[in-house]
C-alpha cells in the first residue's frame, strides 16, 4: 500500500515556473516506477511525465517535453515535477501515481495502482 500526497501547486503567470512534489508513504516507495498526470477542466485525464523507479529513464508527453522535468529522491520518497514556461494550457489538477512494475515506466492510467487526490495549477495569461 502506498499513499500518495502531492504538493507545490498554485497560481502563476504565464513563462513562470512551478515544482510540485510527491510524498509517498511505504518502505517499498524505490520500487515503484512514478507518474504525473493532470485534468484540465472538461478534459480527460493525461499523461504528462514519469520515471522508473531508479530514476534512469524518464518520459514525457509532447505538449511538456523541453519544459517540464521529473525527478525523483527515494531516501526523501518523493517525486518532483519542475514545470518551466508555463502556459495557460497547462491549467490543470495535477495528479501523481505510482506503478508497481517499477523498471519501467508507462503513459497508461490503467497501469498506476495509487493514486493522489491532486494539487491544482493555474496558469494566468
Known amino acids: 500500500q502506498v499513499q500518495l500526497v502531492e504538493s507545490g501547486g498554485g497560481l502563476v503567470q504565464a513563462g513562470g515556473s512551478l515544482r510540485l512534489s510527491c510524498a509517498a508513504s511505504g518502505r517499498t516507495f524505490s520500487g515503484y516506477a512514478m507518474g504525473w498526470f493532470r485534468q484540465a477542466p472538461g478534459k480527460e485525464r493525461e499523461f504528462v511525465a514519469a520515471?522508473?523507479?531508479?530514476?534512469?529513464?524518464?518520459g514525457y508527453a509532447d505538449s511538456v517535453k523541453g519544459r517540464f522535468t521529473i525527478s525523483r529522491d527515494n531516501a526523501k520518497n518523493t517525486v518532483y515535477l519542475q514545470m518551466n514556461s508555463l502556459k495557460p494550457e497547462d491549467t490543470a489538477v495535477y495528479y501523481c501515481?505510482?506503478?508497481?512494475?517499477?523498471?519501467?515506466?508507462?503513459?497508461?492510467?490503467?497501469?498506476?495502482?495509487?493514486w493522489g487526490q491532486g494539487t491544482q495549477v493555474t496558469v494566468s495569461s
Open positions: 501515481a505510482a506503478d508497481p512494475r517499477g523498471r519501467v515506466y508507462s503513459t497508461r492510467m490503467s497501469a498506476f495502482d495509487y
Open positions: 520515471i522508473t523507479s531508479s530514476g534512469g529513464y524518464t
